[in-house]
T-cell receptor, first 111, second 113 residues
Framework: AQTVTQSQPEMSVQEAETVTLSCTYD???????LFWYKQPPSRQMILVIR??????QNATENRFSVNFQKAAKSFSLKISDSQLGDTAMYFC????????FGTGTSLTVIP | NAGVTQTPKFQVLKTGQSMTLQCAQD?????MYWYRQDPGMGLRLIYY???????DKGEVPNGYNVSRLNKREFSLRLESAAPSQTSVYFC????????????FGSGTRLTVV
């Protein structure tokens, strides 16, 4: 059963604008970790950001930040000041007693 | 600093042939994983090894076997390849159970004809 859901198969954003990618998950565990990974056309998977479920503070890495809503089981990724190099597939991932990835969101940054 | 090294990068097999995908990491990570990536399905876990000497099934283990040869190496074997196993395969490693995220290899594109 799919535990991680990304409901936006494709998105686009103008260069320098802000975009938010959505992710929801389903779990009965109390201790788990959530991640966003980026996969550019090169196929290499790159860790973007990590969130520990027991921390209420939202994680931030430079232009990337998350909105973690534990009660709603939501974990969205915000990309600020979008750059052409942000064009990629983005995967939401869950790690607890099991390991799951979402189906991905293809993001295109338009010049 | 090589990270996670996968070989080969590309492979074409005929139905029924066997092959082994090799993976090695040089980061002293305890845990290693094999995923497959198919269009529209994201990444799905085939097998993982939480530590040297242990292996466990993931979401889609049928048709595959694994060997954790030592702390560095984790191989994936297809005994009798089927067209349904056409996919991109990723090896990954993590310090402990992926709590700090994975380091991925560059992937193997496998086509079974």
């Amino acid at each position: 059963a799919q535990t991680v859901t990304q409901s936006q198969p494709e998105m686009s954003v103008q260069e320098a604008e802000t975009v938010t990618l959505s992710c929801t998950y389903d779990t009965s565990e109390s201790n788990y970790y959530l991640f966003w990974y980026k996969q550019p056309p090169s196929r290499q998977m790159i860790l973007v950001i990590r969130q520990e479920a027991y921390k209420q503070q939202n994680a931030t890495e430079n232009r990337f930040s998350v909105n973690f809503q534990k009660a709603a089981k939501s974990f969205s990724l915000k990309i600020s000041d979008s750059q052409l190099g942000d064009t990629a597939m983005y995967f939401c991932a869950y790690t607890g007693n099991q390991f799951y990835f979402g189906t991905g969101t293809s993001l295109t940054v338009i010049p | 600093n090589a990270g996670v090294t996968q070989t080969p990068k590309f492979q074409v097999l005929k139905t029924g042939q066997s092959m082994t995908l090799q993976c090695a990491q040089d980061m002293n990570h305890n845990s290693m994983y094999w995923y497959r990536q198919d269009p529209g399905m994201g990444l799905r876990l085939i097998y993982y090894s939480a530590s040297e000497g242990t292996t466990d099934k993931g979401e889609v283990p049928n048709g595959y076997n694994v060997s954790r040869l030592n702390k560095r190496e984790f191989s994936l074997r297809l005994e009798s390849a089927a067209p349904s196993q056409t996919s991109v395969y990723f090896c990954a490693s993590s310090k402990n159970r992926a709590n700090y995220g994975y380091t991925f290899g560059s992937g193997t594109r496998l086509t079974v004809v």
